[in-house]
């Protein structure tokens, strides 16, 4: 998520929220962001979501997704909120929604519905 | 939905709940409800909810949906709830939320993400 | 499968065929069969499938599978394909197509991408 | 595509591959390309295939789509390839599958089934 610029928006025991600035340099030449970077931020919020429900040196991978793509990406903020919707000792089933904000209109861009393993340990 | 005995149980714009009887014939040998009954459930309450949001005489298809399945099915009833995500002229995403009911007991027992389509008038 | 009068059709290694005549007690008004009654039977030929490459008294359970209906499915019979596409120690990708049949036209109604999960011995 | 350096490896009717070279731009601090990276080409093999059986002036958008990631991806070369499943006049459904090469070695990294729609002229 570094390579996106992306910052820890908020954090609660089964959620948490991303946000990244929407730049140039990841979207495409119509300016809308490239989906590939929406999913990443999504699968993201999504893993860290599943990690707030284990232990501290858990590690999750994505087994996983279904992405709707609802509204092309532009704006200056791109956030995405990842929620567990069931927490099972192996997997984990997510729910994620991404928004881009420009100013104070917010524009919901795509959902997502992930399952998430639990790595075994090394 | 006559086929499994299921009922309206809550309709509002963009929502719609369906309720039936959990019965031995749709039930597999274990007493847990057939997944394909769930799924069925499921798809009727989101095809049900995108209508909700289009004219009288609009009919839609279901292109395509993801399910989880959370947990198994059993217990006297299941609730099959049916949210629009987004409405579009042609497609329409919905989400969808299954739930076995023991008495005062409840259990999220599957997830639906799914993409409908208006039918074209013949 | 047994309430929906399903029969092998075929067994390989990491492969299953499913077939059962399409009858009008699982058909809607139109004639078409419920597409919960063809996720079933693409369900369980993935589940089979996976089942191919495992010990003998191995179980799997559906973890999500995703299904994009291509077509109604009307005829004589519905042929359902499973195949692996990954085999790993506790989860399992599948594909699934369906086929509705009627004499010498086969007509291809629905294809399933699926996570199986080896359920742990009780 | 350009922005990851990817090229057009082999066109045919309803068959599209991408190929591209697994850069450590793109990848992260273990040395695996982003999953992101993997779904934008994915998702880009299936756009294309998409194309290939529709008139020259035709766009299409990802509705959307579920992967499943098989295995991680390093080595070389990213391949993906994209089929049409199912071609309608408004809605094409597509299967993606990517590789990942290091000299003669192919690892099948992930997997796609895709909706993709017609773009309505502006």
Chains 1, 2, 3, 4 share one sequence.
Do not use: W
Request: aromatic share 4%; hydrophobic share 50%; glycine share 10%.
């Amino acid at each position: 998520m570094a390579t996106l610029g992306a910052d820890l928006d908020g954090v609660a025991a089964g959620h948490v929220a991303i946000a990244m600035p929407i730049e140039p340099r990841l979207s495409q030449q119509n300016g809308f962001l490239h989906a590939g970077v929406v999913v990443a931020a999504l699968d993201s919020a999504c893993g860290y979501a599943a990690l707030t429900l284990m232990p501290e040196d858990a590690e999750v991978l994505s087994v996983e997704f279904k992405v709707n793509l609802l509204a092309p990406a532009s704006g200056d903020r791109l956030v995405a909120e990842g929620n567990v919707v069931r927490a099972g000792r192996t997997l984990t089933v997510c729910g994620g929604d991404a928004y881009a904000e420009q100013g104070a209109e917010r524009v919901h861009v795509a959902t997502m519905l992930a399952t998430m393993v639990r790595r075994q340990a090394g």
